[in-house]
């Protein structure tokens, strides 16, 4: 039961740290763009995917007694570090709307890489093969939101954001 533990910080930073810097970009990051085709059923599979990830952890154990533990206790709380910064450069987009500062210098979607290794870390610590099959299912369906995305901030911003991902890579 103790796996909810590892829940709290990320929904303190995702709700609550973002609220407290930007209430707006709270509502920004609760937007999803229209979806096409596949991308429907990839939102539908990434939101399942999500609620399954959080119900599951909250009956898992962390188990401390290998080398997985320190292993999965370091990605978590890099993945913690992750979420925080990511966040933070969130709620601060440029004057044009665009994130761009911060880690989106390095990663157009630097949140979403942040929260699988969050889970990864959460993964390693409980030491679930379930949890990892769900977040390698969350991944991918992410991929196919993100695509989706990149296509609506095209249409949004136009040659500002197409400048910007020759410049920046969509993960690392």
Sequence with gaps: ?????????LILI??????????????????????LGKEKAAFWVYQIATIAIFLYLCFLKIKFDSVWFYMGLVI???????CIVSVSNFAKPSENGINI????????????????????GCMLLTRSFVLLALLIVFQVSAHWII????????????????????KVRRYI
């Design 76 to 82: 978590y709380g890099f993945g913690v570090l992750l």
């Design 101 to 120: 500062k911060g880690l989106y210098r390095i990663s157009r979607n630097p949140m979403y890489i942040a929260y699988f290794i969050y889970f990864l």
């Design 147 to 166: 695509l989706s995305e990149e296509r609506w901030c095209k249409e949004k911003f136009g040659d500002e954001y197409i400048n910007y991902m020759k």
């Design 14 to 35: 995702r709700y609550g740290l973002l609220w407290l810097l930007n209430k707006e970009a709270l509502k920004r990051a609760a937007f999803f763009p229209p979806m």
């Design 1 to 9: 039961m103790n796996g909810f533990l590892l829940l709290i910080p």
